[in-house]
């Protein structure tokens, strides 16, 4: 891939999206800032690639959320994100996209797989059940991409990110992750003055966290240095207990109430580690510790707070 090739991030508004825009501007890379096309139309997907023609293309778009949120919209999120592969994918193909990065999930990897998990793992068991609609579609796109490369030669890769946090992360209760969730709860807990916070599941499970800014940095490396058929995992190096992130959450946030687990809460897979040793042998190290990932969502939270939308249930 080129130096100066321009290139287009689908998905700007997620997590991820959002960071690695963030990291192409302070590389000063040619980046097609244009608003991202409705991905479910495929006419507006194919005008839009048509009209801005990217060299390159991350695909870091489609619905994703915590573990209530793929309990509570799984068709939503199944048929989200297999329009995402479909119509960016094809018309990628159709419009001459030299180098595409496509990103996976970790939830693609079986309910009980070897840790850390390994890129031979991928469709060797049944999957983790909170997430399998999301976990299917996410595999769809990763077989896509290898299709268009068997049948056309297409240059599409696929990156698959540990579990990410950060700046612009969703906090909403019904649709965040872990960490921001945890955030907002202790930080409204600390402002309240409440005696207690609750921790779903039994806080045994393990997570590969990784900084979404670190992940976006990944990200742009492996754009740029992978060219393999078989998926690269994005991941850093934390191995953390939810119990450990959200003692560590506290500490951040200044809650001194206590933690409540609630053990009829789901736990999800038990362990999500991913295995970056491909990754780290190719050069990259993420660049952040996990306190200062966490300090600078929790500041970022802080910062943002008055202008996030009221939360409704159900909204
Ligand atoms: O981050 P999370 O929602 O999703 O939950 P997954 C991780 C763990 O944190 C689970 C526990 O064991 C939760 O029970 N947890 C504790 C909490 N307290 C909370 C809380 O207040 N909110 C949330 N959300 N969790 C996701 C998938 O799985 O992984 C997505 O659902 C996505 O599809 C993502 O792919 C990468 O890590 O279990």
Known sequence: MRSDATIYVAGQTTLLGAAIVRAL????CLLIEERDPDFSDRAAVDAFLRRTSPEAMIIAAGASGGIHANQAF???FMQDNLLVACHLIDSAYRHGVGKLLYLGSSCSYPKHCPQPMRIESLLTGPLEPTNAPYAVAKLA??????????QFGAMFIVGIPGDAFGPGDDFHPDRSHVIASLIRKMHEAKEGGAASVEVWGTGRPRRGFIFADDLASACLFVLRAYEGAEPINIAGDWDVSIKDVAELIKEVVGFSGALQFNASKPDGIPVKVLDGSRLYQMGWRPRHTIREALSATYQWFVGTQQEM????SGA
């Open 74 to 76: 799984p068709a939503e």
């Open 25 to 28: 501007k302070r590389q000063r």
């Open 141 to 150: 796109g990763m077989t896509l991409c290898q299709a268009y490369r068997q």
């Open 309 to 312: 939308p009221a939360v409704r």
